[in-house]
């Protein structure tokens, strides 16, 4: 096969590389495409643009394929501890016990957060959005240690990403837990990763805390679900704001920022907020198949439909069989459960999807788990950022340390010609 594509523009005939990845996935080199012929590709919402080369996740739309760093989703989600899957795919290999180990008490040791953070939370409306306050706060963490990173050496950066491994999980806790009226902790030292956040979350100041393994399990679960997604919304938000070389919490604050819309990982609060007032409406799924067909009504069926998944997405199969698991074993009968099953059976069935290949995506099913543990609708989101920010690490490190040309796409200019400037009296 002929390693180079060829383009015809009006009588010129252009010969473009052809760049093969290591699944044999195809691409066309664009990079030297105006310099030789003066014409840019046009490509809103990147549908069919690589901006990278990346060797951290790879997925396969029309399979329904993830892997990290080579391992398949389903492992991971069923063998895998979250602080071994962030290595993982921050450094590309599991980690042995000694690096786990060792990672996992240098997070210990930075999970303190000045006490002026708490300050700033507090003068946050009570009602304000999880997401806009842990994407602010993230950010004011840059002005309590205002050190930039040196990227050329990989000690600054680990002790970069040990720092905002270790005071993420606080600001989640700590907006969780005000937004409860509940007094802000630390963590514990004695716990592993997961069992230290929901620990930070849930213990209460009049109780003993008692671990419960479902709710640990689970949260493990979702966490590594979350873990990446390659070149996602958030995940290109982060890496186009670090290539201009705005340090990490910077960058992982607009990726959080990102996430935050309702078709990427706020579609979790919205699947639920759906379901409810399906519920509320009477359980009636046809009337909401119906609005999610109909072009003049803004409805869209939450969690449904992926810009890559085009066949089944692996994590929703993962997420459902869970969401079984987790609310059996808390003893939980939701109607909503059934509700998401009975539109997802529906949907399956019916030539709208079919024909537009939309199927579950990993929302759909996760925010029953989470409302089964207990944890506000407005939170889910927060829990996907916790989940994505190795994930977003992976990236900054993979993107930096490639050295990385600034992100800066060109357009197509559809706006006046050169006019004249009229005086404001004459207009
Ligand atoms: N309900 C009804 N119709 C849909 C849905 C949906 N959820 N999703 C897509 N469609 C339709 C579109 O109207 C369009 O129809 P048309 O061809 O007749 O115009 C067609 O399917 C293609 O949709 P696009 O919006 O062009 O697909 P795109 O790849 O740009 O969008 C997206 C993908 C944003 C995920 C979309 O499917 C959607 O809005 N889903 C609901 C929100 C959601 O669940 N987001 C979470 C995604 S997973 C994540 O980010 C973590």
């Known amino acids: 096969m002929s390693d180079k594509a060829k383009l015809k523009i009006k009588d010129k005939e252009i010969e473009l590389d052809l760049i093969v990845g290591s699944e044999n996935e195809l691409g066309i080199d664009i990079s030297a495409l105006r310099a030789n012929s003066n014409v840019i590709t046009l490509d809103p919402g990147y549908k069919n643009t690589g ?48 690096q786990l180990d060792k990672l996992l008490s240098d997070i210990n040791e930075n999970s303190l957060i000045d006490e002026d953070i708490k300050k700033i939370l507090e003068n946050f409306p009570k009602s304000a959005h999880p997401m806009g306050i842990l994407s602010s706060l993230t950010s004011a963490l840059i002005a309590f240690d205002p050190l930039a990173v040196d990227v050329n050496s990989e000690d600054d950066m680990y002790d970069a990403f040990v720092n905002i491994l270790a005071k993420i999980p606080i600001l989640v806790a700590w907006v969780y837990r005000r937004r409860r009226g509940l007094p802000l902790d630390y963590g514990d030292y004695s716990l592993g990763y997961v069992e230290n956040i929901t620990k930070m979350m849930f213990q209460l100041p009049n109780s003993e805390y008692v671990q419960n393994d479902t709710l640990v399990n689970a949260i493990n679960k979702l966490l590594i679900l979350h873990g990446d997604h390659e070149q996602n919304c958030s995940t290109s938000t982060v890496r186009i704001v670090g290539s201009s070389h705005a340090g990490l919490f910077a960058s992982i604050s607009a990726g959080i920022s990102a996430l935050w819309g309702r078709l990427h990982g706020g579609a979790n609060q919205a699947v639920l907020e759906m379901l409810e007032a399906i519920e509320n409406d009477g359980g009636d799924t046809k009337k909401y198949m119906a609005k999610a067909k109909d072009k003049s ?22 997420i459902k069989v869970a969401a079984d698991k987790v609310l059996d074993e808390l003893g939980i009968d939701d109607p909503i459960l059934e509700i998401a099953k009975g539109l997802e059976k529906e949907a399956l069935e019916d030539q709208y999807f079919v024909d537009r290949k939309l199927y579950p995506n990993v929302d759909f099913y996760s925010g029953i788990i989470y409302k089964a543990l207990k944890i ?8 996907f950022a916790l989940g994505r920010l190795p994930g977003w690490i992976a990236h900054w490190r993979e993107m930096r340390k490639n050295k990385e040309p600034i992100g800066r796409p060109r357009q197509i200019y559809t706006g006046e010609n050169l006019r004249n400037f009229t005086n404001i009296e004459s207009r």
């Open 297 to 318: 009504d803004p409805f869209r069926l939450m969690g449904f439909g992926h810009r890559v998944y085009k066949n089944f997405d692996p994590r929703a199969k993962i």
């Open 51 to 98: 901006s990278c080369q990346s060797s951290i996740t790879f997925l396969d739309g029309e399979k329904g394929i993830l892997r990290y760093r080579g391992y398949s989703i389903e492992e991971l989600a069923e063998k895998a501890d979250f602080l071994e899957v962030a290595f993982l795919l921050i450094y590309g290999e599991l980690p042995n016990k000694k």
């Open 376 to 383: 506000p609708n407005e939170m889910f989101t927060v829990m």
